[in-house]
């Protein structure tokens, strides 16, 4: 091809190969509904896109793929020439003429190709379409380093010999794929680099990495940098996390400057994304527009002027994002609280926290919490916070969270809620996969942030002495911003009501199926959350809560209800005493408590502790919440006791959907009652959650024989088992970069697929049955294992309960794992009479148990305490059974 | 229908004659021994004499073949001339007879290399990868046995998966046994996963597939309860049916591989007679999972298992306690 290319002399003719599907596509009679050009980067080549030429090459979905070799890389010439970004740019431009490509045009990069592509779609609008990016970067942040590993590439001292006399390079970008590549692989992309003579491309690409403004490729990174925001066309960007050189940060920048583009991160995948992950069925889907009208990316039209016209939105708009309708009336989260402090009440306490003595060591009224809330507002604004900006808050519950809280949702800042209930390794991967620009918190978690490097400018919430703030890179606290933004009295704080459809809220799964999932809620969906609270549970102004559990606790002042916090380790439930939980009701005459399951346990097994007063403060209680994990009828009755005068409720939900159902201990009796008689449809077979909540439509998708849930026929016919499926204004707008999750979230239009498997009976009452992950397809039946599970936990002797499959699809032994009481000392197979029993209360439940496991104490998850890890215990029992020895699962 | 039924002195042979006769067919049985089913007209000869296995295979229809070496220790040559030789005799004198239907019963230690098995169907026989000489003569016979297939001589191959039952010496008397005299361990506290398969299904299977060969011929199927459990669990069972204390100790499984490899060799070296306590075999049966995806011989075979595990031990106590 011949070269126009600045490094070339006039005339230059280059040899380039490319793998290109374009003539067998025609032989085959199919034609192309557009050309997918993609672009490695360094040092692989364009064996790294064969996933997308097979994809292209399938008649269902013909694209022509176009896959170069970069000159200097791959099979492609060596040119002897040292070719810097705006020559490879051109060179591009050279084979796409020589090619005779015509729109529509898609490009596809990787690493350094990213930046030559989107090169190549700036220079050629009228052909371009759309651009898929991977693991890439158009701009290094003024001011920070470029990444050590580049760094260390780049050193005179190491440049050379490492990137071309000899194939280091090569080999630790290689290492980079997680899981690791086969050996055929490997030798695939080493092939084209064999021997130092074929890798001086390796060396140049390295060397013309823009390290700063001085460097002579500067100006044409930043052109394409520059030119970004005005590219007009969809966009989809899939990333591999774990990439020490193309880090997250590098994705907020793309972000940043293509706003609409879809993005995937995809958790615990590396650099070499597209050897990580299938990415050739995420990119085709994007190309027709799942569930759409059909219409691809290339379908757009070209005007007259030349100019592509975008074409419509992937996805098409026929697919809501949202599951259910916002109701269109809309009143901010804070209007509660903004009315009450400037009602008659406005003096009244609003906000306490408890001191471990029983006293209260903190509150705030109406007016002061307002007032504080305005302060931290403005002062936020003046340290940077704007509409949109993401803050993490690593705060706990009480005075100070209530005030952030509040202070972000007014400037229409993104608050980022991750808990230590994640374990810190999930925790540090939600914080940086949500790229906050913020970060408030205590002390704890500001060292934290130093220690794991999370992002995000640090704040702190109390002033800190300068060597410790220098120590943490902490910039300013929140007391300081409170001071310096509090108006004078009777000032109103300008502040420009946020859009009630923006994000406002990125809350995290407690990652008991995969890696926590950022979920993101808006302005309006929060609101709808409070809204169906006070209405389902019938909690508004006047209602007095002790907020032992966190998500429900925020809602406290948007409710309009009095708030306090016990003193305990909120990260830990299991922290909260009797003695605690009763201080902190008759603090403020509590009628609600808000309680986890765990939490409640250990009130119960504290209860002695309790003064008379304490008893009495606990008897005026007249409703009691607890959520996240099923709450056992027995505890509950043990609850009630303690609690004589409350009705207590147990919501059903999960954290993109909260809550979905409601139901009493009342209700929960009666429901068992129905289970026993045997004679209402539907009744038993896992735990009942009751009705669904004001304003929640429930349904379920039947599962078939493998176990999936196929359908999109959202079904309530009684006893037919399926995954649940719910539409409300509260559901969560999106999830967090995770385009294809959220895809397959909505499949069902107009419902979140909630990914647990239930069952209605004949009164609408959903019984849930555990989770889609979780189910076990034995040969002669699908085995959901709640239902199983609960059979076995009323044996004596036996403890939580875990049934499992090992074994393929469609032909798996059903396992049972128990723990015993009291606890065994190691895990291995259960005495043949344990086994016996348990077998036997299984089959009564409809399962056909192979084998019976004990084990000391099952996996639980860290938030809750009571989730059982049931693939860790599927892996487990697998090689146990299989004639292992049984470690720990 | 006139059935010939090869090695039916043995529990399973005795079980498959006996059904058939149950049946209404014309039953004809071949071994070594008197075979004793009422209703069967009984030959007596060997499997690796032509003359005498010309006689057997003469007017009969379908032939269901199980005579074999079945052991754990033993001449190789032994193996091959009963095992593979015999089983050519036999699949020779009948094609030469006019029989149209053969099914060879084998075993599904003949694709097992040693490592375990979970879920999973019949594979290919591979007497280069099967331990000891019985899988490997048994493979080679297999494999023998489906090349000769043909629409009008059809043979299919069915595997039952340890076979056990009343009056079952191979593995009940053996295990009852060791455990009174406090010589059987659990090997990595039983935990392997293993199919099983009670006498009477595995003879209502094998004749099931007699009455299927349009379905399965030219193939091999894995035939069991479709009931894994523990191996520990069964040997419990076992135990508790024949009036033993179960078995208490465990040892790691690997040691005991290692130890069988061992005494194999001694044992063999020093001439001794009978079995050894433990053998490469034995030791991996009893540690690595063995179960079975049982779906597709379900419903090639239009059969399921009509008793259960628990059914089975119930009727292997009554047995124990009738003696």
Not at chain 1, 823 to 846: C, I, N, S, T
Not at chain 2, 11 to 31: D, M, N, P, Y
Not at chain 2, 88 to 114: I, M, Y
Not at chain 2, 151 to 164: E, G, L, S, T
Request: charged content about 20%; hydrophobic content about 45%.
């Amino acid at each position: 091809m011949p070269s126009t290319s600045a490094a070339d002399e006039p005339g230059t003719v280059h040899h380039w190969h490319l793998l290109d599907n374009g003539a067998q596509l025609s032989r085959r009679g199919l034609s192309p509904a557009g050309t997918l050009l993609c672009v490695h980067g360094n040092p692989t080549w364009s064996y790294l896109w064969r996933t997308l030429l097979a994809a292209g090459s399938r008649p269902e979905q013909p694209w022509r793929v176009v896959a170069v070799d970069q000159l200097d890389m791959g099979f492609s010439e060596r040119t002897g020439t040292f070719r810097r970004l705006a020559d490879r740019i051109n060179d591009l431009g050279d084979l796409t003429d020589a090619l005779a490509l015509d729109g529509p045009v898609v490009t596809v990069g990787h690493d350094w190709g990213g930046v030559i592509s989107l090169g190549w779609a700036l220079a050629h609008p009228r052909q371009l379409a759309g651009v898929v990016l991977t693991n890439t970067a158009v701009h290094q942040p003024s001011g920070s380093p470029i990444p050590p590993a580049l760094r260390l590439a780049l050193h005179p001292a190491v440049h050379r010999w490492g990137t071309t006399t000899s194939d280091a390079f090569l080999r630790v970008t290689h290492s980079l794929a997680r899981p690791p590549l086969a050996p055929e692989v490997r030798r695939a992309f080493m092939a084209p680099y064999a021997g130092a003579g074929r890798r001086g491309g390796v060396g140049n690409f390295v060397a013309d990495i823009p390290a700063d403004a001085s460097h002579p490729s500067f100006a044409a990174l930043n052109r394409v940098a520059e030119g970004l925001p005005g590219l007009n066309v969809p966009a989809l960007l899939l990333w591999g996390p774990r990439d020490p050189i193309f880090s997250d940060r590098y994705l907020k920048d793309l972000v940043g400057r293509l706003p609409a583009a879809k993005v995937h991160r995809f958790e615990g995948a590396g650099h070499l994304v597209a050897e990580d992950r299938d990415i050739a069925g995420p990119v085709f889907e994007w190309l027709t527009g799942y569930g759409g009208d059909g219409t691809p990316v290339g379908g757009g039209t070209v005007s007259a002027a030349g100019a592509a016209v975008p074409p419509p939105a992937v996805p098409s708009p026929a697919v809501p994002s949202i599951a259910g309708d916002p109701g269109t009336d809309f009143t901010p989260l804070w209007e509660p609280l903004a009315e009450l402090a400037a009602g008659p009440d406005g003096r009244d306490t609003a906000v306490a926290e408890m001191a471990a003595d029983g006293s209260v060591s903190r509150s705030l009224s109406w007016l002061e919490l307002e007032q504080q809330i305005a302060a931290v507002a403005n002062g936020l604004r003046q340290a940077g916070v704007r509409t949109g900006s993401r803050v993490s808050l690593m705060v706990p519950p009480g005075v100070d969270l209530t005030v952030v809280l509040y202070a972000c949702l007014r400037l229409g800042a993104v608050v980022v809620v991750a808990d230590a209930g994640l374990g810190t390794r999930g925790l540090s991967r939600a914080v940086k996969g949500a790229a906050p620009d913020f970060l408030i918190g205590i002390d704890k978690a500001l060292a934290a942030a130093s220690v794991l490097g999370w992002p995000g400018r640090r704040i702190s919430v109390k002033d800190l002495p300068a060597a410790r703030r220098r120590l943490l890179a902490v910039e300013t606290s929140l007391a300081a911003l409170a001071r310096r933004g509090s108006l004078p009295a009777g000032t109103a704080p300008v502040l420009q009501d946020p859009d009630p459809d923006a994000p406002a809220a990125v809350l995290f799964t407690s990652g008991s199926t995969g890696p926590a999932k950022g979920v993101v809620y808006t302005q309006r969906r929060l609101a709808a959350m409070r809204d169906t609270v006070a209405v389902t549970l019938g909690i508004g102004p006047g209602a007095r809560l002790v907020a032992g559990f966190a998500p429900f606790a925020l809602l406290g002042p948007a409710l309009g209800a009095v708030s306090v916090t016990p003193a305990m380790d909120v990260t830990a439930p299991r922290t909260l005493t009797a003695r605690a939980l009763a201080d902190a009701a008759a603090a403020i005459d509590a009628t609600v408590v808000f309680a986890s399951p765990a939490a409640l346990c250990n009130v119960l097994a504290t209860r002695n502790g309790l003064g008379q007063p304490g008893r009495q403060a606990l008897e005026r209680v007249e409703l009691l919440l607890s959520a996240g994990a099923p709450v056992p009828e027995p505890l509950l009755a043990d609850v009630q006791r303690l609690l004589p005068d409350a009705s207590l409720h147990t919501p059903y939900g999960m954290t993109e959907a909260l809550p979905v159902t409601d139901i009493s201990l009342e209700q929960i009796r009666t429901a068992a009652a129905d289970a026993a008689a045997g004679n209402m449809a539907g009744a038993g077979n896992g735990v009942c959650v009751g009705l669904p909540v004001h304003s929640a439509r429930v349904a379920v998708i039947p599962l078939a024989a493998d176990g999936a849930a196929p359908g999109n026929i959202p079904v309530t016919e009684p006893g037919v088992t399926g995954e649940i499926l719910v539409g409300a204004p509260h559901v969560k707008e999106t999830y967090d970069r995770l385009w294809l999750t959220q895809r397959e979230s909505i499949r069902t239009a107009g419902w979140h697929r909630t990914g647990d498997v239930g069952h209605f009976d004949s009164a609408g009452r959903l019984w849930v049955e555990g989770r889609l992950a979780h189910v076990v397809t034995a040969p002669d039946a699908v085995v959901t294992p709640v239902g199983a599970e609960q059979a076995i936990e009323r044996l004596d002797g036996v403890g939580l309960a875990a049934v499992v499959g090992v074994g393929p699809s469609g032909t798996q032994a059903v396992v049972a794992v128990v723990e015993t009481v009291p606890p065994a000392r190691r895990a291995g197979p259960a005495a043949p009479q344990l086994a016996a029993r348990v077998r036997e209360a299984a089959r009564m439940a409809g399962a056909s148990v192979s084998a019976v496991l004990v084990v000391p104490s099952q996996p639980t998850d860290i938030r809750h305490n009571a989730k059982i890890d049931r693939t860790r215990l599927s892996r487990w029992a697998t090689a146990v059974l299989a004639g292992g020895r049984a470690g720990r699962p | 229908m006139r059935v010939l039924v090869t090695g039916a002195s043995g529990l399973l042979g005795g079980g498959v004659a006996r059904l058939l006769v149950r049946q209404g067919q014309a039953v004809t049985t071949f071994q070594r021994r008197p075979a004793g089913v009422d209703g069967a007209t009984d030959l007596t000869g060997s499997i690796t004499d032509d003359a005498a296995v010309r006689r057997a295979v003469a007017g009969a229809e379908g032939i269901i073949h199980l005579a074999a070496k079945v052991s754990f220790t033993g001449k190789a040559t032994e193996f091959d001339a009963v095992n593979v030789d015999g089983t050519r005799r036999l699949l020779r004198a009948a094609r030469a007879a006019g029989v149209q239907d053969v099914v060879f019963v084998s075993s599904p230690s003949v694709a097992n290399s040693g490592a375990a098995i979970a879920g999973v169907g019949a594979e290919p026989a591979d007497p280069d990868r099967a331990h000891g000489d019985y899988s490997r003569t048994k493979a080679r016979a297999e494999l023998l046995a489906l090349a000769a297939d043909s629409p009008d001589f059809r043979v299919a191959a069915v595997r039952p998966h340890i076979v056990w039952g009343p009056g079952d010496t191979q593995l009940v008397e053996r295990v009852l046994d060791r455990a009174r005299r406090r010589r059987l361990p659990l090997l990595d506290d039983g935990a392997a996963l293993i199919d099983t398969t009670y006498v009477d299904n595995a003879a209502s299977a094998i004749v099931a597939a007699l009455h299927r060969m349009e379905h399965i011929h030219g193939r091999a199927l894995v035939v069991s309860n479709g009931e894994p459990r523990p191996v520990g669990e069964l040997l419990a069972g076992i135990c508790a049916a024949g009036g033993v204390p179960a078995p208490s100790w465990s040892v790691p499984g690997s040691l005991a591989r290692a130890a069988g490899s061992l005494i194999e060799v001694l044992w063999t070296r020093a001439g001794r007679a009978g079995e050894p306590p433990m053998t490469r075999f034995l030791a991996e049966q009893l540690s690595t999972a063995h179960w079975f995806d049982q779906r597709e011989t379900r419903r090639l075979l239009d059969w399921a298992p009509a008793v259960s595990i628990d059914e089975g031990l119930a009727r292997l106590a009554g047995h124990y306690r009738a003696r």
